[in-house]
Structures are given as C-alpha cells and as structure tokens.
C-alpha cells in the first residue's frame, strides 16, 4: 500500500484552496483596488467622482467594485441591476447607511435603526400626496414674500438665486414660520455653514471628523443652531390651524421612544435631506456598499434619448396620477425608501418656477453650464457660473 506524505497532501490542499478562490473572484465584479491598502482608489475617486464613475464603466463594464477609504463600493448601472439594487431582499438600506447617518449626524447606530422605519412613516405620511394641499398656500405665500425681496430688477447667478428663494422657504414651512434668519449677515452665515456641509457631506461620511476640520465646524454650528431653536419649534403653533409641522412630528415620535436628546441631529439629517440590491452574472459580496449614480443613470441614452436635451414629452410615458415615474428616473429614489419628500419638492419646484414667470420677466446672460462631476450626492452644482437678469413685469 502506497502513502501520500503529508507535504504532498499539504501542497494539493493549497492548489484546491487557490482554485477555489480564483472561480469565486472570476465571480465577482471587477474590483479597482488602487496601490495604497485601505485608501485604495480614494484619491483619483475623490476628485471628479460621476467622470471616475464613467470611465470605469467604459473600461470594466455596467458592474464593478471601487475600494476607496477601506469600503468597497459596488456600482451597478444597468436596468437589471437596478432591479436587483431596490428590491433584492439581500441587500439591507438601514445597515448601508448606519454608518454614513454615524459620521455625519452624531446618530448611535442602535438608535438609528430602532427609529428609521418608524421616522420615515412619519415623515412620509406628512408629505404625502393626501396632505400635498396644506401646504399649497403657505408655499404660494412664503415664496411670494422672499421674490419681494428681489427688487423690480437685477443680475445674480442663478444657482445662488435659486438657493437664496428655497432655502428661507423650506426650512419655514418643514420646521417652523421664522426659523429661518431675517437678518443679512446670519443669512450669509447659514448658506456659509450649509454650504460648507453639503459639499462635504461625501468626505464627512467616510472619513474621521478629525482629518475634516473646516466640514466639522459646520456641523456643528448647525447642530448648536437646532438645538437652540428646539424649544420655540415644539411649542410652534400656525397662525391658520394646528397642524403640526414635519419637524413637530418627529419630534413627538423622538420623544415617545425616549430619544429627544437625538433632536438636533435629526433636524439636521431632515435639513439636509429637504435642501439635497445579486446582480446579473456575478456575485456581489456581503459587505459591500451598494451604489446607484442618478447622475449617471440619467444621461444614459439607452434610458433617456437625447438626455442633454429639454423634452418634456418624455414624461407622456409616466403615470403620475398612479404616482409612477419614468422607469429608471431616480432624482427620489425608489424601492422602499424612496425619498418621503418627493411630491412636497415637486410641489415647490412647480410654484416656484410659476412665481418667477409670473412676477418677472427672465433671460440668460451665459450659455447653460454643464453639471460638475465632484459630486455623487446631495445638491448639483454647476460646472461654470450662470447669470440670469430678471425684470418685474408690469
């Protein structure tokens, strides 16, 4: 009888286990891992991140993985794996933001997840599609107030004429009438920290608060800002009727379950918030950061023909009495959690755009800039400036 020695069996074990985990990779997607363990890709992600996104979907194809800052980020960017992104019961939304909401907001993971599916009920019964008509009004009047302020004429940029319209007007009507300052230098000093925040939300999300001093500084002052004006939000009461504002709503679930000293931190992620799931022949693994680019998603010609364009007439296809969208348009989301907000901010964006027509008379002094690509979440900005004069109508 002949033996196979130990060393032999040793060595075929090794070859079995290098198979194995060579069929198990050739399963999964391509993986950009970068030359610096746990930065991985960060740096050459971090600066145009939607361009990096296309490149590597030129380069690899619809799925891959990205490492940046030791998470890998799987990117999925086809129709099929859309499906599967929103509604695989595989793939989890409250644990894939746990730590983003951790970093960004000060929100302890346990009381994130205790408290999420019981928030975004709340929030979304409150902006839903039967109550859109409490709001009407008082959108008309806090929009007609702050156009006031414009002047018969002038020339601004227009993402900051725009920012300087909506922002008094959201943060009044989701918190409470006034909350939003009246004198200039705070107004300065709010878009100043806002600003700061949402620009570095994708930065604050990932990376220690530390290595982010100017970003934390404004968090902060936006926290303290909340938990100063706590007290005159819950005791608020309309001047029209008693309805609680969204704000209220969630504070009276906050203190039901104990967690009202959580307050600030959720005003701040519903500021931010109303101011900004396998895949088709591979296995993604467990762990990894599921990621969906609208930004992308939206100038892909096999879903949008002519996606620069301005054609209204591509809506004919949605049903937005059933309230459904265009497939694949994802400026809200979709699946589950889908942005609780939406018919509120589409509600806005309508009598907005009907009050600047009505009032004034508009053109454009620089051709239309395109979008910049350094930013994956939370409100565009364009690549150039683009100024616009207004003049009152008679």
Not at 143 to 168: A, S, V
Not at 240 to 252: E, F, I, P
Request: glycine fraction near 6%; aromatic fraction near 12%; charge should be positive.
């Amino acid at each position: 009888m002949e033996f196979i020695s130990p060393t032999v069996i040793i060595i075929l074990g090794c070859v079995a286990v290098l198979l194995f985990l060579q069929w198990k990779n050739l399963r999964r997607p391509p993986c950009i891992s970068g030359w610096i363990p746990w930065i991985g890709a960060g740096f050459e992600f971090g600066k145009t991140p939607l361009e990096f996104i296309e490149k590597a979907r030129i380069k690899y194809g619809p799925v891959f993985t990205v490492i940046v800052m030791g998470t890998r980020m799987t990117f999925v960017t086809e129709e099929e794996g859309i499906n599967v992104f929103l509604k695989s019961k595989e793939v989890n939304f409250e644990l894939a933001v746990q730590n983003p909401i951790y970093r960004t907001a000060s929100i302890a993971k346990n009381i994130f997840l205790k408290l999420h599916e019981k928030l975004y009920i709340t929030v979304k019964g409150k902006m839903g599609t039967l109550n859109l008509y409490k709001f009407t009004g008082q959108l008309t009047e806090e929009l007609q107030e702050q156009l006031q302020n414009l002047g018969t004429h002038g020339t601004t940029d227009l993402n900051k004429f725009m920012r300087h319209l909506l922002y008094p007007v959201t943060v009044n009507i989701l918190f409470k009438k006034g909350l939003f300052p009246s004198d200039e230098r705070k107004i300065r000093e709010f878009h100043q920290h806002f600003q700061a925040y949402d620009e570095g939300f994708e930065y604050g999300s990932q990376l220690p608060e530390c290595l982010l001093r100017n970003w934390s500084k404004s968090k902060k002052w936006l926290l303290e800002l909340f938990k100063k004006n706590i007290p005159d939000i819950k005791t608020y009461k309309s001047a029209k009727d008693n309805s609680l504002t969204v704000m209220q709503a969630v504070l009276d679930l906050l203190e039901m379950e104990a967690n009202e000293q959580k307050s600030p931190n959720y005003g701040l992620l519903l500021l931010w918030a109303s101011l900004s799931n396998t895949v088709p022949n591979y296995t993604v693994p467990s762990g990894d950061l599921l990621m969906l680019s609208p930004f992308w998603l939206h100038r892909n010609p096999k879903y949008f023909p002519e996606p620069d364009l301005f054609k209204p007439e591509r809506w004919k296809k949605a049903n937005l009495e059933k309230h459904a969208f265009l497939d694949c348009f994802m400026a809200f989301g979709s699946g589950k959690y889908q942005c609780p907000g939406r018919w509120l901010a589409l509600l806005e964006i309508q009598i907005c755009i009907i009050l600047i027509f009505y009032y004034y008379d508009c053109s454009l002094l620089d051709p239309l800039p395109k979008q910049s690509s350094l930013h994956l979440v939370g409100v565009q900005q364009p690549e150039g400036r683009c100024r616009i004069q207004f003049k009152q109508r008679k």
